[in-house]
């Protein structure tokens, strides 16, 4: 097997309107034409990257279900060669949507969570 090298770049703040998102995929873009693959996991309940990439904020297995465990990271992934969602080339995405809003009453609500081990 290959080894690759990947390179995790992370991009928050809690303030919005700072340029989280545009910030992202201009990164990613850039990334893009010097021959690289990115993976955007849109963890905004506004889904922010995901209306900007134009992919669908409904419909989609999303970052809800990565987080919930509902869904591995490899079936939450819209790449860039989907019929239904034309996302740049080497630009995959990790959708958000509306769900997002419910992760805080999901994680309180199910005992299985190890609280102390959650990144709030």
Do not use: C, Y
């Not at 309107?17 to 990334?31: D, E, F, S, Y």
């Not at 992919?55 to 990271?73: N, Q, R, V």
């Not at 939450?76 to 009453?105: Q, Y």
């Amino acid at each position: 097997m290959n080894a690759r090298m990947t390179n995790v770049i992370v991009v928050g703040n809690q303030k919005g309107g700072v340029g989280k998102t545009t910030n992202t995929i201009n990164m990613a873009a850039a990334l893009s034409e010097l021959g690289r693959t990115s993976l955007i996991i849109d963890l905004d309940m506004t889904a922010g990257a995901t209306k900007s990439l134009g992919a669908p904020t409904e419909g989609w297995i999303s970052s809800f279900e990565l987080l919930t465990g509902a869904e591995d990271a490899e079936g939450t992934i819209i790449g860039d060669n989907e019929r239904e969602v034309f996302l740049p080339p080497s630009i995959h995405l990790v959708p958000s949507s509306r769900k997002l809003a419910e992760l805080d009453t999901f994680l309180a609500s199910n005992p299985w969570v190890v609280h102390q081990d959650l990144l709030l």
